[in-house]
């Protein structure tokens, strides 16, 4: 049995910003998770659908762990990340770590984890593991999961071995602060111009501004893309607003990191996109509600607002990542 000393389980929105802030409050940097996902340049979007999935995803921010590594490069922090094929040696590796009093990230499949209730395969969580005992993982999730939490040590061992999109092989991590960290402030500018950058040149159209405007040309067909609208759509919404996201598909966190950044930058260009931002974050609900309701009513009107909504949503991100690419 080991258990971290001091581990703070602060249980957050969302998955990867949980486990990051665990690991970042062990090495003394005490960070919002608005910062935290801002400083990792943790926006975009992507609409992804194909004839293998049911129904389409909208994706809300950079692909699982790219935001870890944006991190880090960002602060200047020490990232160790570890992957194996092996079970055993995976175990090995994770123990290592907390035996020597540190918490370690894990990237797996949702799924197997004891304390989720609805059963979805998601091979790009991220947890904190921050101790063990002879059965149970001790784990920090997101606040909505339970926070600190614990799962069987061979449904953490399932999770961890699960193979399908967006997962890893046993794909664990952790983070040192270097003896002088660098101040988050002296950072939020090159974040926020490299999150702009990618944003406004996505290289396909699934991706940043141009996905969003793609999106909006496919969401009137979905009554006819489901098999089963009353549970795809509503489903798609929930997605939007409660699966981690913060609400609003990271739009609402990012909102509160631009206005944490306000408070710092004395920047004309950073309120506008402040502005766009708050008025971004409210539609992307709107949207969600209007998916929602198309699903439970079977009326395309639902569907045609929201790809209005979702028109004018490309043309008020594109501005306000042109707006913050400036700065």
Same mark, same amino acid.
């Given at each position: 049995?080991?258990?971290?000393?001091?581990?703070?389980?602060?249980?957050?929105?969302?998955?990867?910003?949980?486990?990051?802030?665990?690991?970042?409050?062990?090495?003394?940097?005490?960070?919002?998770?608005?910062?935290?996902?801002?400083?990792?340049?943790?926006?975009?979007?992507?609409?992804?659908?194909?004839?293998?999935?049911?129904?389409?995803?909208?994706?809300?921010?950079?692909?699982?762990?790219?935001?870890?590594?944006?991190?880090?490069?960002?602060?200047?922090?020490?990232?160790?990340?570890?992957?194996?094929?092996?079970?055993?040696?995976?175990?090995?590796?994770?123990?290592?770590?907390?035996?020597?009093?540190?918490?370690?990230?894990?990237?797996?499949?949702?799924?197997?984890?004891?304390?989720?209730?609805?059963?979805?395969?998601?091979?790009?969580?991220?947890?904190?593991?921050?101790?063990?005992?002879?059965?149970? &993982?001790? $784990?920090?999730?997101? /606040?909505?999961? #339970? %926070? !600190?939490?614990?799962?069987? =040590?061979?449904?953490?061992?399932?999770?961890?071995?699960?193979?399908?999109?967006?997962?890893?092989?046993?794909?664990?991590?952790?983070?040192?602060?270097?003896?002088?960290?660098?101040?988050?402030?002296?950072?939020?500018?090159?974040?926020?111009?490299?999150?702009?950058?990618?944003?406004?040149?996505?290289?396909?159209?699934?991706?940043?501004?141009?996905?969003?405007?793609?999106?909006?040309?496919?969401?009137?067909?979905?009554?006819?893309?489901?098999?089963?609208?009353?549970?795809?759509?509503?489903?798609? &919404?929930? $997605?939007?607003?409660? /699966?981690?996201? #913060? %609400? !609003?598909?990271?739009?609402? =966190?990012?909102?509160?990191?631009?206005?944490?950044?306000?408070?710092?930058?004395?920047?004309?260009?950073?309120?506008?996109?402040?502005?766009?931002?708050?008025?971004?974050?409210?539609?992307?609900?709107?949207?969600?509600?209007?998916?929602?309701?198309?699903?439970?009513?079977?009326?395309?009107?639902?569907?045609?607002?929201?790809?209005?909504?979702?028109?004018?949503?490309?043309?008020?991100?594109?501005?306000?990542?042109?707006?913050?690419?400036?700065?």
């Amino acid at each position: 049995m080991a258990m971290v000393q001091g581990a703070d389980a602060r249980g957050m929105q969302h998955c990867e910003t949980t486990a990051l802030g665990v690991l970042l409050r062990h090495e003394g940097i005490d960070l919002s998770e608005p910062m935290l996902f801002g400083l990792g340049s943790g926006l975009s979007f992507f609409y992804w659908d194909s004839k293998s999935m049911g129904f389409p995803f909208l994706g809300g921010r950079v692909k699982p762990f790219e935001l870890t590594r944006n991190l880090a490069a960002t602060l200047g922090l020490g990232l160790l990340v570890e992957e194996t094929t092996s079970p055993r040696r995976a175990w090995q590796q994770v123990v290592a770590h907390l035996d020597a009093g540190r918490p370690v990230g894990l990237q797996l499949d949702s799924y197997h984890l004891d304390h989720f209730d609805t059963k979805v395969h998601f091979g790009g969580h991220v947890v904190a593991m921050y101790g063990y005992d002879e059965e149970n &993982a001790y $784990l920090v999730d997101t /606040a909505p999961q #339970g %926070g !600190a939490v614990t799962t069987s =040590l061979t449904g953490l061992a399932r999770a961890r071995a699960e193979r399908g999109p967006m997962t890893a092989r046993h794909r664990s991590f952790t983070l040192t602060a270097p003896g002088r960290p660098v101040p988050p402030q002296d950072r939020i500018v090159p974040a926020i111009r490299a999150c702009a950058e990618a944003f406004l040149n996505p290289p396909i159209a699934n991706l940043g501004h141009r996905g969003i405007a793609k999106a909006a040309e496919q969401v009137p067909k979905w009554l006819r893309r489901s098999g089963n609208p009353r549970e795809d759509l509503p489903r798609a &919404a929930l $997605l939007m607003e409660r /699966a981690g996201t #913060g %609400g !609003a598909l990271f739009r609402n =966190l990012y909102r509160d990191f631009l206005t944490e950044c306000a408070q710092l930058v004395d920047s004309d260009r950073l309120r506008t996109g402040l502005g766009l931002y708050t008025e971004a974050a409210a539609h992307w609900t709107r949207v969600a509600e209007l998916v929602a309701a198309a699903g439970e009513s079977g009326d395309p009107d639902d569907l045609a607002q929201a790809a209005a909504l979702l028109q004018e949503l490309s043309r008020v991100e594109y501005d306000a990542m042109r707006s913050l690419s400036l700065i």
